[in-house]
C-alpha cells in the first residue's frame, strides 16, 4: 500500500481534502458521473493527478472499478452523487460484496442538516447498502474525511476484501462553507477496535490439516477465488506439485493454476466439466481453499462429495460450517495457509510424506478421456457455435489476454474454453451474476493495464444492458474488445425453458438483428465487423486484433438453440451431471436439438412458445 | 407475543452480550444482521456503557433459527462490533423490568396489590379502577408474576428485555470468531 502520512497540516476544505485523501492512497484512477451533490468533490479533480473516467450510466462506474481491483488486486474507486446515483450503484456494490472485491466507493450525500427531510436526490444510502457492503459510513464533519478514506481502504483490502462506501454531504466538502476548512493530516494510524483480521492461521490447524493432507488417497484442491484474493497461485500450484493432488478451480478462481498444467482438472460446478464435478464426488478429501461451497458448486448438498472429509481454509471465520461443516477449519490467508503447510510438509519428508495417488490420477485420466468439453461445429453457411468462436479466439490472442464476461451461457463458455495460463486474466460476476457486467470490467481492467489486450465475451441481452458503456471506451481512449455472442435469445433462460419448462419459452427471444449490433457499435465510436458463418470467424478476430486505437467489437451471430453442457440441475445432486449429448452412452438424455443442424438462422417452430418468438414479430 | 415472553426459558434462547462502538447506526446494522440472516432475537436491549465509547446490547437469541456459532461469527464481521460473550444463566446475574396496567376495580384490588407484594413490586400509579404496577427482578420471576397476573384484566404491559452482568468471580468466555484446533 502507499499510503503516507503528512506531518505538515495544510489547510484544506472537505471536497480538497477527499481528493488528497485518494492522492493519498495512490489512487489512480476514478471511475465516476458527476452530480447535484458531489458537485464540490469534482471541482478539485481538475487540479488533481487522478485521472477520471467519465461512464455512462453509475452502474458502469462501479463495474469499471471491480474490474479494476480484479485485475490488478488493489482497489477501484468509484464516485458518484446522491440519490439515483446511488441507488444506480447498488448492483456494484452488491457484486463486489459477493465476490469479495476491494472496492470503495464514495457518494454525495444532500447537506447534513438537509438529511432525513426527504430532500432532492436524496435516499437513505448508507441505509439501502447495509447490507450490501463490507462496511459503510455517513461522514458528517469535514475533518472526519480523511480519516474516513484511511478506514474505508485498510476494511475494503485487508482481511475477507470488500466493497466500502462512505457517504459525503455537500455541505461538508461545500468551499464556500468555511466550516468546510480545516487542517488536513492524513492519519498514520487506525482505530478500529472491533476490526481485526487474523492472516496468520493457527499452528496447531495446520498441523492437523497436513495429517489428514498425508493420509488422503483421492485428494482435491478445490480451490475458490480466495486463493486469487491472497496472492496464492504460486503457493497453490508448489503445494498442489509436491502433493501430486489434483486441482479443481472454480468459477471465480480460473487461472489460480494455469489449465495447461496437468493436475489442473478445471471448472466444478454446475456448468463444470465432468472430471471436475466427479472429482470432488468420488474425492476422500476436499481441501477447500478460499471456497465457500456456493451452491453452484455443490449442487445438493447432502450429496455433495459424500465420502470426504473437508479441510477449510478461509479468511472469513464466517463461511467455516456455513453450508459444510469441515473436519479441520483453518481460519486464515490461503497463501499463508499454503506455505505454513507447506513447511510443515517440508520437514515431513516433502513429498514421500503423502499416500499414492497414482491411482486415483489414473481414474481421473480415463474420464478426462472419456468425457471431454465437446460440441459439434455448425456447418459451413450456418450461423457460429459459442464455443467455436472461444476456441478461436483464444488460439488468436496472448496468454495475457484479460478476459471479462458477462453472465449467462456464453460465460459458461467462456470459462470452459478459454485456456487460463495466469491469474487474474478471468474478470466475471460469480455471486451476484450481473448481466451487464462485461463491458464496463473490461473498461476497468484496461484502463489498469493499457498494453495488455482485453476482451469482453457478452452476450446480447447483458449487451443491451450496459453497451453504452463502449462511449466510455471510445471518448476515454480505452480501446477493449468486445465477442458479442448473439444468439437471439436470453439464451440460459432459454436453456432452463426447454430443459425444465417443456419447451415452454416465455419472455425469452430478442432477435438476431434489432438492434443493428454493428450499426450501434459504430455509433459508439467503435469498429464493427458481423461475423455469419464459422469461415469468418478467424479472419475478423485477426483484423480485431491489429486494432489498438478504438474499441472493436464483433457480433458473431450464433445458433440459438445450442445449450451448455455438462449440467447439473438445480438442486440436484453432482452425481446426475447431464453430459453432452454425444457422450450419452445411456439413455440419459434424448438428442439435443441444438445437434440437428437446423439451417441458417432460423428457429425451429417446434421451440417457439409463443407468438412473440416468431422472428416476424421482429420486423 | 405474549407467547414468546411466557417461552422466556426455552432451552435453544441463549443470551449474548455485544459490546460495540458507539457509532451511528450500529443498533441498525445489527438489527439488518438478523434480519437478513434469519435469525430470531427473543428480546434486546442496548445502553451505553461506563464507557462512552462502547455500548453494550444484551440480546436473547433463538438458537433454533440458526446455531450460535454462526450468529457471532457474522456478528464479528460487523466491523463495529468488538466483542462478544455469552451469559449462560448459571454465570450471570441477570435482570429485566415489567410494567403493567391493569383493571383493578374494588373486588379485585386487594388481591393485586398483595401480588405485588408477594414479589416485592412496586405500585406505581393509581385510579378507581385501575394499577399500574412494576417489578424488577430474574426473567423468571417475571414470568412468574406476569402468569398470575394474566388471572387479572392487564390493559397493557411491557417487559424490557434482560440485561446482564456475568457474577462477580465468574469468567464468562469471551466468544471468538476464530477457534484454534484442540
Known sequence: MTVQSTSEPIRLNGGQALIKSLEMEGVEVVFGYPGGAILPVYDPIIDSKIRHVLVRHEQGAGHAAEGYAHATGRPGVCMVTSGPAATNIVTPLADAYLDSVPMVCITGQVAVASIGTDAFQECDTTGITRSITKHNMLVTKASDIPRAVREAFHIATTGRPGPVLIDIPKDIVDANNPDAYFDFTYPPEIDLPGYAPQPQPAPANIT??????????????????????????????????????????TLMARGALPDSHELNLGMP???GNYTAVTAIQRSDLLIAMGARFDDRVTGKVSAFAPDAKIIHVDIDPAEHGKVRMPDVSVVGDCRLAMEAMLSELAGAGGAEAFADHTQWRQQLSGWQEKYPLTYAPSAPGEYVKPQQVLETLRDACPSDTIVASGVGQHQMWASQYWRFEHPYTWINSGGLGTMGFSIPAAIGAKAAFPDRMVWAVDGDGCFQMTGQELITASVE???????????????????????????????????????????????MGCVAFRVEEPAEIEVAIAKANEINDRPVLIEFRCLSEEKVYPMVPAGGSNDDIIVDPSQRGDAKGTVD?????????TVDPSQRGDAKDSEGAAQ | MTASIVDNRKPQDRTIVVLVENKAGVLARVADLFARRGYNIISLAVAPTNDDRFSRITIVVDVESAPLDQIVKQLFKLINVVEIAELAPELAVERELLLATVRAPQDTRSRIIELVDVFEGKILAVSPDHLTVSLDGRPSKLDDFEALLEGYSIVELQRSGRIALPKIGRDVPRLRAVVEAS
Do not use: C
Open chain 1, 593 to 601: 436439438p441444438s445437434q440437428r443442424g437446423d439451417a441458417k438462422g
Open chain 1, 477 to 523: 481512449r480505452i480501446p477493449i474488445k468486445v465477442a458479442l455472442l448473439n444468439n437471439a435469445y436470453l439464451g440460459m433462460v432459454r436453456q432452463w425453458q426447454e430443459l425444465f419448462y417443456d419447451e415452454r419459452y416465455s419472455e425469452v427471444y430478442l432477435s438476431h438483428d434489432t438492434p443493428d449490433y454493428v450499426k450501434w457499435a459504430e455509433s
Open chain 1, 269 to 271: 460446478g454446475m456448468h
Open chain 1, 208 to 249: 492437523a490439516a497436513v495429517e489428514l493432507m498425508k493420509a488422503a488417497e483421492r485428494p482435491v484442491l478445490y480451490v475458490g477465488g480466495g486463493v486469487l484474493k491472497a496472492r496464492g497461485a504460486d503457493a497453490l500450484r508448489r503445494l498442489a506439485e509436491l502433493g501430486n493432488i489434483p486441482v479443481v478451480t
